[in-house]
């Protein structure tokens, strides 16, 4: 039966009342991107107080507090090998007011090891912070003067020597599993929430050595002579550890992957002008003598690493460790 003349022009009142508020929303969310950020913003950190992660987002946390306007307040959300920050994180609206440092363990590594409720394609990639080398370090007191010895013990022993890791799904405790798998040597890995919990096994004589984050802090303990490093995981010699070979160089070729990515990331969906407007900030932060100064400028990349470049690296790291891990 055709419509009535009035019911028409009723149907085409509706049709257009619709369109307007379809057209308001988009308006709105443009306009909230534009005036962003509008409230304090909570910047995660996956692993606790004290060690490189922490270091990194609080220094990174007051150059985009005094570029973006807002309260950046950083917290820490230890546990799970970063899961729980990561959780929090894809939870939250996707309007830039809740951000997270993360690394490729705990967006590629946490999630093919466990059931975390994520992958790493239900985060929005900003741009890198830092990058980190590992060493693999032992207490002065060890009886351990290099790599060579401290693992023809675990041969001799497999599985007695205990040796810290910043986490069960992280490059450095990988490696282990790699070290046992493609060089039959066999430690127990120990897994800590970060650098602060780690150094403090060690100090205490609780795990025999350490694959830890090679930054300021561990710097500190071997420079004041309460760590021996016995090798790094840089595929080159470092420059500001020149005496430490590089576990290549200690007869373990393969093992160059335990270094650490600090990135920043935002939950999916986060809107194109807001990623866009803090990998900016993030670039400008990058290139801050203040923020270079308390990271330290080894660790803060010569060339700044933006969303893509973050994605890009992830995408990779799952490549490589998917078929390790079995996923």
């Known amino acids: ?14 049709a257009l009342a619709l369109l307007t508020a379809c057209g308001g929303a988009e308006e709105t969310s ?21 060690g490189p992660t922490d270091l990194t987002a609080r220094a990174y946390g007051a ?65 890198v912070m830092s990058e980190v080398p590992s060493v693999l370090a032992v207490g002065a007191d060890s009886p351990y003067a290099t790599a060579e010895e401290l693992f023809a013990a675990a041969r001799q022993q497999p599985g007695a020597l205990n ?25 127990t890995a120990v897994p800590f929430n970060g650098n602060a919990e780690m150094t403090t096994a060690l ?19 071997i420079d004041a002579g309460q760590f021996r490093p016995l ?17 290549a160089e200690s007869g373990f070729p393969e093992l160059t992957l335990s270094g650490s990515t600090f990135g920043l990331i935002g939950p999916d969906d986060l809107p194109e002008e807001i990623v866009t407007e803090l990998e900016d900030a993030l670039r400008t932060a990058s290139e801050d003598p203040a923020v270079v100064e308390q990271i330290g400028e080894e660790y803060v990349p010569e060339e700044f690493q933006g969303a893509e470049e973050f994605q890009q690296l992830l995408d990779r790291t799952q490549e490589v460790y998917e078929p390790i891990l079995g996923g």
């Open 63 to 127: 150059s985009l507090e005094e570029q973006l306007g807002q309260t950046v307040v950083v917290e820490n959300l230890p546990g799970g090998s970063g899961a729980l920050a990561t959780q929090e994180l894809i939870g939250a609206d996707p309007d830039g007011h809740t951000l997270s440092l993360a690394t490729p363990g705990t967006l590629v590594l946490t999630p093919l090891a466990n059931e975390v409720g994520y992958t790493k394609d239900d985060v929005t990639t900003i741009g």
């Open 231 to 247: 090798a790094v995981s840089s595929a080159e010699p470092l420059p500001w550890l020149p005496d430490t070979p590089t576990l």
């Open 203 to 221: 100090l205490g004589g609780n795990v025999d050595a350490v694959l830890i984050n090679a930054s300021s802090d561990v710097t500190a303990n």
């Open 1 to 14: 039966m055709p419509l009535s003349r009035t019911a028409r022009a009723l149907a085409t009142v509706t």
């Open 163 to 187: 040796v810290g890791t910043p986490g069960a799904s992280t490059p450095q405790a990988i490696e282990l599993q790699r070290l046992a798998e493609e060089y039959d040597v066999e430690v």
């Open 30 to 50: 443009s306009d909230a991107a534009a005036e962003y950020p509008t409230e304090e913003i909570r910047l995660l950190v996956p692993y606790g107080a004290g």
